[in-house]
């Protein structure tokens, strides 16, 4: 209870609306931490240069204040726990990304966080073949020692963290709502088996928070964000995980792509991504990110040629 207690602030400080994680970043460059900003007076808000009268009075808002004590008794009797961007807990890689979130809430293993991860994602409804192809890599690559990432959505998600359970390997589910319910309900019992097996259940929002579409935008960005690299199974064109490589490719990243153009143990790089990669100014980069890989040893060769 003390540890949670501990953190009552930045608890208070993820429940604040509108509140971006770039703006909350530079909050704390100037305050240090959420304790000092609780304490703030409106006319010290008022002075910080991109804080508006909005944002001044969601950050001086008493009720979100009086709920904070609900919250840490449910995350104490439900075993859920916050790490902050300044713990040795949260996930160092994560950092690097542009609008990395203050906190997370966890619920299961914190310590897989640092570990070698990779993403496997893609469409709700996945086509056998695409069933086959998340089990297939999910299964190897945890048998490997990696842990696997995904959203915990139905199709690809979910049948990607099945296949590491299968191998008794660890994986994280990175979820777009409040970690006091499972989305889709008919996946609790999957995500039960996911802390139960050592993995991790992660969200960068507070309890209470619902499913809604602009959530599942932002936490692609946590999933690709912990992985070292994303396999993408199954996608729609407009995808937003397409989105997602898209970004990876102009960062110089490593994507891969399935393909149903061949058996389901064959993979590359979809066409799309190599047209728009030869048009853009990292072309000299083209060669080494452009894989064709026969089968999963093959493909942690690519990753890890020493």
Wanted: aromatic share 12%; proline share 2%.
């Amino acid at each position: 209870m003390n540890e949670i207690e501990n953190k009552k602030y930045w608890i208070w400080f993820s429940l604040i609306k509108g509140l971006g994680s770039k703006r909350k970043q530079e909050l704390l460059k100037i305050f240090k931490t959420p304790q000092t900003i609780y304490n703030l007076k409106r006319e010290e808000l008022i002075k910080v240069k991109g804080i508006g009268d909005n944002c001044v009075n969601r950050i001086l808002n008493a009720q979100i204040k009086r709920s904070l004590n609900e919250h840490i008794e449910y995350m104490v009797n439900n075993h859920i726990d916050l790490i902050t961007m300044y713990d040795k807990e949260y996930p160092h890689i994560l950092k690097q990304i542009y609008d990395f979130p203050v906190s997370l809430y966890v619920k299961g293993n914190k310590d897989i966080l640092n570990k070698d991860s990779i993403a496997i994602i893609g469409c709700r409804q996945a086509s056998i073949y695409g069933i086959k192809a998340a089990k297939y890599f999910s299964f190897n690559l945890a048998n490997a020692n990696i842990n696997i990432v995904s959203g915990l959505a139905k199709g690809i998600d979910s049948y990607a963290h099945i296949g590491a359970l299968s191998a008794s390997g660890k994986t994280i589910a990175v979820i777009g709502n409040g970690l006091d319910s499972i989305y889709p309900k008919e996946n609790f019992e999957l995500s039960q088996m996911i802390v139960q097996n050592s993995g991790a259940i992660i969200s960068e929002y507070p309890l209470g928070t619902k499913p809604e579409k602009l959530n599942f935008v932002a936490r692609n960005r946590i999933i690709s964000g912990l992985s070292k690299k994303i396999i993408v199974v199954e996608a729609k064109e407009k995808s937003r995980y397409i989105v997602d490589c898209r970004f990876r490719i102009r960062t110089r990243e490593r994507c891969f792509c399935c393909s149903r153009k061949y058996k389901f143990y064959k993979f590359y790089w979809d066409k799309s991504f190599v047209e728009e990669w030869s048009k853009s100014s990292h072309n000299i980069f083209r060669c080494s990110l452009i894989n064709i890989f026969i089968t999963c040893s093959h493909f942690l060769n690519l990753l890890y040629p020493d």
